[in-house]
């Protein structure tokens, strides 16, 4: 079993920065590519940002230049440095790792609880 928890949410004003972290705990597992999703209320879940194991990132188009995803693999954790925030990023910010492990073949997908970003105008 593979746990991911995020931290770093908060209420900030427009134009101010916020930093996201999630930590990857566990036994046995291996993790490839990371990832950040956001739900704003009554929308659907969408990715942010990824970066993969080769530490090549991708963003979406409403937060490329503003927000920097990166990830520490000794520490097995992901960050999202979000800058020049908007109204509009306001949601729900959720952690996602795909990787290995025993327990079940193939490649799997591990999510985070989420952490709540609030942006006000």
């Known amino acids: 079993q593979v746990m991911l928890v995020e931290s770093g949410g908060g209420l900030v004003q427009a134009g101010g920065s916020l930093r996201l972290s999630c930590v990857a705990s566990?036994?046995?597992?291996?993790?490839?590519?990371m990832r950040w999703y956001r739900q704003a209320p009554g929308k659907q879940r969408v990715q942010v940002a990824l970066?993969?194991?080769?530490?090549?990132?991708i963003y979406a188009d409403s937060v490329k230049g503003r927000f920097t995803i990166s990830r520490d693999n000794v520490k097995n954790m992901v960050y999202l440095q979000m800058n020049s925030l908007k109204p509009e990023d306001t949601g729900v910010y959720y952690c996602?790792?795909?990787?290995?492990?025993?327990?079940?073949?193939?490649?799997?997908?591990?999510w985070g609880q989420g952490t709540q970003v609030t942006v006000s105008s």
């Open positions: 996602n790792a795909d990787g290995f492990h025993p327990s079940a073949p193939g490649l799997l997908y591990w």
């Open positions: 566990g036994t046995n597992f291996r993790i490839n590519d």
């Open positions: 970066i993969t194991n080769g530490g090549t990132a």
